[in-house]
T-cell receptor, first 115, second 112 residues
Framework: EAGVAQSPRYKIIEKRQSVAFWCNPISGHATLYWYQQILGQGPKLLIQFQNNGVVDDSQLPKDRFSAERLKGVDSTLKIQPAKLEDSAVYLC?????????????FGPGTRLTVL | DAKTTQPPSMDCAEGRAANLPCNHSTISGNEYVYWYRQIHSQGPQYIIHGLKNNETNEMASLIITEDRKSSTLILPHATLRDTAVYYCIVRGQETSGSRLTFGEGTQLTVNP
């Protein structure tokens, strides 16, 4: 089966600009996650969707980050305006009910550089 | 969710078994031990998980001590492609609101 797709793979912007990332989860997966991974650290969950509803956004910096999953399939994560500390890899993951209890499938990530 | 402690790095010779330890002394009775790995420039990949019994799949074996305070991930015949950061994560059922919290993991380097 096809994996989690993300685009773009790389993005370079200047601070205070806006940027958006796109994720298409594995077909049929109801749960979708966005993670932020700063260089040298493990991924940190930003937001979790169940179908098109938000389950957990407690670690999302809501003053500048937003995410949506309007039709319960693909999702976009937006940063507006970007700061230097937002430089990181943004990972999307999905999970289906057939998984062995919590297995998440990750996409390749989008590497964001803020100058 | 319980916190885990892993060594920052380990080396292993190609073809030998790689044994990656993880301490989780504050684990509670309904929390699982998960292992993921992340190869350079890729997203994390699920390896295995367990509650209290030892588990084995096509990728690895997971040995959990009887008191559940520590575990070991075993890659029986390590290859160069197993070079990655390995994350040990303790969490409850996702339906209870528990999230996957990654630490800094163990950088495993498999040498030829």
């Amino acid at each position: 089966e096809a994996g989690v797709a993300q685009s773009p793979r790389y993005k370079i912007i200047e601070k205070r600009q806006s940027v958006a990332f796109w994720c298409n989860p594995i077909s049929g997966h109801a749960t979708l996650y966005w993670y932020q991974q700063i260089l040298g650290q493990g991924p940190k969950l930003l937001i979790q969707f169940q179908n098109n509803g938000v389950v957990d956004d407690s670690q999302l910096p809501k003053d500048r980050f937003s995410a949506e999953r309007l039709k319960g399939v693909d999702s976009t994560l937006k940063i507006q305006p970007a700061k230097l500390e937002d430089s990181a890899v943004y990972l999307c993951a999905s999970r289906g009910f057939r998984g062995p209890g919590g297995e998440q499938f990750f996409g390749p990530g989008t590497r964001l550089t803020v100058l | 969710d319980a916190k885990t402690t892993q060594p920052p790095s380990m080396d292993c010779a190609e073809g030998r078994a790689a044994n990656l330890p993880c301490n989780h002394s504050t684990i509670s009775g309904n929390e699982y031990v998960y292992w993921y790995r992340q190869i350079h420039s890729q997203g994390p990949q699920y390896i295995i998980h367990g509650l209290k019994n030892n588990e084995t799949n096509e990728m690895a074996s997971l040995i959990i001590t009887e008191d559940r305070k520590s575990s070991t991930l075993i890659l029986p015949h390590a290859t160069l492609r197993d070079t990655a950061v390995y994350y040990c994560i303790v969490r409850g059922q996702e339906t209870s609101g528990s999230r996957l919290t990654f630490g800094e993991g163990t950088q495993l380097t498999v040498n030829p």
